[in-house]
């Protein structure tokens, strides 16, 4: 059962069709015309999977260390842990060695861990579970299976059902060989589900599921459920291909029927399995089938021949066992948990010191935004009243129009900072969010390679020069990451920075795919921040062939924050008054034109009234709240993008949601 499943993550890792012997040899061409390592070991990772549904349990162990081979060639953690993975399944199920089965999955992990591979890393702590099932240390194959079960991939993931699938399955088979069977019954139950979603690995799964049910309400004593679950699985069997997805089958089945005395079939059914394993040369399919024998045939009294079997057992048992396998998968486990233990510390560590950074900074950031803020609002109350002054003079006072013409000018500019700052302040909480992540990468790279320095020196003491040189390879690749998530924390600050400053004037070209995605995620958690129920979906459309284009960033950018920072206004507003059900959607695309670019934030929200339509970009006009907005952004952001050469326009339907455009001239 435990190989059967454990086979099962390898043949659906790749989104191609399975073929038959005709792909294989067309495979094993295309690998000797490939143009790039990378190229070559996708074309034996397809090969293997190939060559394994095909053939049922067989790895080639010579393509496992070719795959090995190129991913140090290449240096890639993601490839290497595959390939690690790879050569674990070879000697657990080809050679039947747990022990450096074992040794590889669990080197597999490191790589998987830098490379953020969280599917691989579930794979690789399930696969670890298979193998303390089959030497029944079943408490370690639950902890290894729950371990695994931290790093499923999201829901959104193609693989999130069939990995889901796969702690299922393990965490069942785990509490029916601990006789839990209302938990068994559970996970069985979930299985159920879930394979109703799942569109890989469908037929395998759900001859688990049958197996499962039927060996819980065996044990239920619901003996007219068992039967009707065991039958379909009989007739299930028939289609499946794989020895090891019907040895699951049998070491339920079999045991059900002799625990019911019903001895003939359970006899047919053992012997089926013995030459399945004979077939197959699998020694473990061999000895459980001779262990079944033995038991029929002493229950019907018939002692040579539970000799003969028991002889066969004992013999094949000899074979299989390692006196010293447990020692061994001891050691490599408690040495797994030491390095998670520790990791887990100084994540801890950094979390804290982190926290503790982040809200220094936050104090120090709000108490600027708020002096600014009551400043500003003293300038803007100051300057209100100017303008309307001003108004009056210009009515009777004609000569002094340039003067007061001077006079709004310098006010403008005051009330555009004034804008400026009010935005820097809803996008702090978004900045602090967005620049915790490449800080994260930077102290996980920077503890990784402390690691790796350590193991550097242990091998210039060995002398293994082989092995040094792959460490600092490694060591060369880490610091090229620490760097780059290091620029891309001070392109944050510098975003933040640029945002907060006047502008020049001069253009620059600027990625506004880029821009745009930024200010986007920025908007989005800094309205989390000050709203923990604000939640709403955001979806973009980026044209890659763009480019960068000549603006002001600092301007654009400015715009495209207002746009989007009232579309989460409006879908917000729209969440809190329906009662009907609703997702708060807002949209962000790009296109280019002949001779422009044209962007669109699209939202879902109530839309805006035809009344106030001929108002919104006039200056301090707002449907906002008193206090909630200054009746600027839209009439700021009209006039920057005039000013770029090109046009901003309107799009709505009461009711249904509103679309911003504007043109930029390439």
Not at 29 to 37: D, F, G, M, R, V
């Amino acid at each position: 059962m435990k190989k059967a499943i454990a086979f099962l993550y390898f043949l659906f890792v790749a989104f191609n069709s399975i073929g038959q012997n005709a792909e294989i040899d067309n495979l094993k061409a295309q690998y000797e015309t490939a143009a790039s390592p990378n190229i070559q070991f996708d074309i034996l990772n397809r090969l293997l999977l190939e060559m394994a549904n095909n053939i049922g349990s067989y790895v080639d162990s010579t393509n496992c260390f070719k795959m090995l081979q190129i991913a140090k060639q290449v240096n890639d953690d993601s490839l290497l842990a595959i390939s690690h993975n790879w050569l674990g399944t070879y000697f657990y199920i080809n050679k039947g060695d747990y022990a450096l089965g074992l040794e590889y999955y669990y080197k597999g992990i490191p790589f998987a861990l830098r490379a953020h591979d969280n599917r691989r890393i579930s794979s690789l702590y399930f696969d670890i579970a298979l193998v303390y099932f089959d030497i029944q240390d079943n408490e370690e194959a639950a902890a290894s299976t729950r371990k695994g079960g931290q790093y499923l991939p999201p829901k959104t993931h193609p693989m999130f059902d069939y990995m889901l699938a796969q702690y299922q399955i393990n965490m069942a088979q785990y509490f029916l060989l601990t006789n839990q069977l209302d938990s068994a019954f559970y996970y069985a139950q979930s299985l159920i589900e879930t394979n109703q979603k799942n569109k890989t690995g469908a037929i395998l799964f759900h001859l688990s599921e049958l197996t499962f049910n039927g060996y819980v309400y065996a044990g239920r004593r619901d003996l007219k459920m068992a039967d009707s679950y065991f039958a379909k699985a009989l007739v299930l069997l028939n289609d499946v291909e794989s020895p090891a997805s019907k040895f699951q089958f049998y070491i339920f089945y079999i045991p059900y029927l002799l625990n019911h005395d019903r001895i003939s079939e359970s006899g047919k059914q053992a012997k089926a399995l013995l030459k399945m394993g004979i077939q197959d040369k699998n020694k473990t399919m061999m000895q459980v089938a001779a262990g079944y024998l033995r038991q029929v045939f002493e229950t019907q009294n018939r002692l040579d021949s539970a000799y003969y079997y028991s002889k066969m057992e004992s013999e094949l048992n000899t074979l299989i066992k390692n006196q010293n396998i447990k020692n061994k998968i001891q050691t490599l486990a408690i040495s797994d948990q030491l390095r998670t233990q520790d990791e887990e510390r100084k994540q801890a560590a950094y979390r804290n010191q982190i926290k503790l950074y982040g809200l220094l900074g936050s104090l120090g950031i709000i108490v600027i935004v708020v002096i600014v803020q009551f400043r500003n609002n003293r300038q803007k109350k100051k300057a209100n009243k100017i303008l309307s002054l001003q108004k009056e003079e210009i009515q009777f006072q004609k000569e002094m129009a340039e003067k007061t013409l001077t006079e709004l000018k310098s006010t403008q500019s005051q009330l555009i900072q004034s804008e400026k700052m009010a935005s820097l302040g809803e996008l702090t909480a978004g900045i602090a969010h967005e620049i915790q992540n490449p800080l994260n990468f930077v102290n996980n790279f920077s503890e990784v390679s402390g690691e790796l320095i350590k193991e550097l020196v242990d091998e210039v003491d060995k002398g293994n020069t082989e092995e040094v040189k792959v460490i600092a390879d490694d060591l060369v690749g880490n610091l090229e990451k620490i760097n780059h998530h290091g620029k891309r924390a001070s392109d944050i600050v510098k975003g933040m920075l640029q945002h907060s400053r006047s502008s020049n004037g001069v253009k620059e070209p600027t990625d506004i795919n880029a821009l745009a995605d930024e200010y986007l995620r920025l908007a989005y958690h800094g309205l989390r921040a000050k709203d923990k129920s604000f939640n709403a979906t955001m979806k973009t459309d980026f044209d890659e062939s763009i480019g960068n284009i000549n603006i002001i960033p600092q301007d654009i950018g400015r715009v495209i924050l207002n746009l989007i920072t009232n579309a989460f206004y409006v879908v917000n507003e729209k969440r809190t008054t329906n009662n009907e059900p609703y997702e708060p959607t807002v949209t962000v695309t790009t296109k280019k034109l002949s001779d422009k670019i044209e962007i669109r934030v699209k939202d879902n929200g109530n839309g805006i009234p035809q009344k106030i339509l001929d108002k919104i970009f006039q200056p301090f006009f707002t449907t906002k709240p008193t206090g909630q907005g200054t009746g600027l952004g839209l009439s700021l952001s009209y006039d920057i993008v005039k000013a770029h050469g090109g046009e901003l326009k309107v799009e709505t339907k009461e009711g249904e949601g509103t679309v911003f455009t504007f043109e930029l001239p390439t």
